[in-house]
Each structure stands twice: as structure tokens, then as C-alpha cells.
């Protein structure tokens, strides 16, 4: 008898530089009905105001993310601006296995990560700003950060834009409505192609 081949779902991974839009982009392709699954990362980063323990991230100590680790409980996880960040494992391995699609909102070094684990299932996107200027105006318009970690976030951004060319594509940011339209073109082309024919890149 031939085994059966279990589905497989696709891991969009959806990575920008801090301020520049994934978010927004990434809560409207949830509400939109793509059957899209969110992975919710966990952090060692206090929450920003309107931000939501289990919706936006699972917010805990570095003693109990040093655990995740430790009981290998994580996809992935990554240092970003003094802060731990990581993809629980099971969730995203459970829905794959049932065929479901999982959007990861993740850093490029977490990106290539996962692309390493799960060549066949990832699809890497990656989302530019139209200009630094703008993404400035984007990080002041946020009042999350002080003015010194604006100018590091965006000293962050410049070599998180130099490795785009390492993504399957690139969606510029500029006005919301055509930036997201072009995001949800992809994930439905994507979604279309079958998870166990090889990727060509
Ligand atoms: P990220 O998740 O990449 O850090 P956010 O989604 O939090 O970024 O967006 C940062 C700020 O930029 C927010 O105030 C958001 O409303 C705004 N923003 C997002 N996309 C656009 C856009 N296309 N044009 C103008 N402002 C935008
Ligand atoms: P922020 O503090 O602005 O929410 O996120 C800072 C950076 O951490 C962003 O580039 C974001 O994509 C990244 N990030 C969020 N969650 C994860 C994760 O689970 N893994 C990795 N590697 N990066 C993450």
C-alpha cells in the first residue's frame, strides 16, 4: 500500500524593519479570510500601550524564556534591541501537520532560521519602507521609543534592508491599501502551489 502523504501547511514569514508596517499589514491579512493562522511569539520585552498578552506576543521574565530554550520548546528566537524573541514550536508544528496555513511577523536572522528547518513549507516576504524619512516619521508617530532608540532601530533597519534580496519577495510599504493587496496576492498565488514540490530559489 502507498503511505499517505499528510498534508503540510505553508509558513509565510512576514519580516520588516521595527516601525515600518508589519503589524498593520499582518492584522489586516488575519481579518481577511485566508484561513491564515498567527504564530504568537514570545517576548522578554514589556508590553506597548494597547498591546495584549496572548493577542500581540506572550510577554514573560528572561527566566522563563531561558527555559523555552532550555526544554527546546522553540522554532526560533532571536535578541532584538535588548529584548529576547521566540516562536513557540508546538503551535506552529501542530497546524502544520493539519495542512494549515501560519503567518510568522519574525526578524531576518529568525527568518533564515526558519527557512533552514522548513525549506519547503516557507515563504519569505519582505516589507521595505518607501524611504528612511518615512520610516522615522513612522517610529515617532508610534511614541513607543525615545528619540535614541529611534536612531538605533533605524541603524538596525539599514541592515535589515540590505538582506532583502534573500527573500522571495519584496511588497514597498508606501500606501497601505496597494501594499496590502499586493501581500494578499502573494498568500493566495503561495497558498495555491503544493508544499511538497520542491521550492526553486
Ligand atoms: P511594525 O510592526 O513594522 O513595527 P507598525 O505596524 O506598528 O510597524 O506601524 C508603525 C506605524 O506606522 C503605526 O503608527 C502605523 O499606523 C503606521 N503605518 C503603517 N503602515 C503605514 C502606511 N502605509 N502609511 C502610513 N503609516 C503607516
Ligand atoms: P517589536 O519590539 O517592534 O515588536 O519587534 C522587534 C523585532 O523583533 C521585529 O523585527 C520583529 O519582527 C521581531 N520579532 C518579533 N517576534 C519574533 C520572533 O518570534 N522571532 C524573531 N526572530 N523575531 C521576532
Redesign the pocket.
Known amino acids: 500500500m502507498t503511505p499517505k502523504t499528510l498534508p503540510e501547511g505553508k509558513i509565510f514569514i512576514v519580516s520588516?524593519?521595527?516601525?515600518?508596517?508589519?503589524?498593520?499589514?499582518c492584522k489586516k491579512l488575519l481579518k481577511d479570510k485566508l484561513k491564515l493562522h498567527q504564530s504568537v511569539s514570545i517576548t522578554t520585552r514589556p508590553p506597548r500601550r494597547g498591546e495584549h498578552n496572548g493577542a500581540d506576543y506572550f510577554f514573560m521574565s528572561a527566566e522563563e524564556f531561558i527555559r523555552m530554550i532550555d526544554a527546546k520548546e522553540l522554532l526560533e528566537y532571536e535578541e532584538n534591541f535588548g529584548f529576547l524573541y521566540g516562536t513557540p514550536k508546538k503551535a506552529v508544528e501542530k497546524l502544520l501537520r493539519k495542512g494549515r496555513d501560519v503567518l510568522l511577523?519574525i526578524d531576518v536572522k529568525g527568518a533564515m532560521n526558519v527557512r533552514k528547518n522548513y525549506p519547503r513549507n516557507s515563504v519569505l516576504i519582505f516589507?521595505m519602507p518607501p524611504s528612511m524619512e518615512e520610516l522615522k516619521k513612522?517610529?515617532e508617530?508610534?511614541e513607543a521609543d525615545t528619540a535614541k532608540a529611534i536612531l538605533n532601530r533605524l541603524k538596525v533597519a539599514k541592515q535589515e534592508i540590505a538582506c532583502r534580496d534573500k527573500y522571495d519577495y519584496v511588497v514597498v510599504?508606501?500606501?497601505?491599501g496597494a501594499?496590502y493587496r499586493k501581500l494578499k496576492d502573494i498568500i493566495i498565488l503561495e497558498g495555491e502551489k503544493d508544499a511538497a514540490v520542491p521550492r526553486d530559489r
Do not use: I, M
Open positions: 520588516a524593519p521595527s516601525g515600518c508596517g508589519k503589524t498593520t499589514l511577523s516589507v513612522r517610529l508617530s508610534r510599504n508606501d500606501r497601505l501594499a
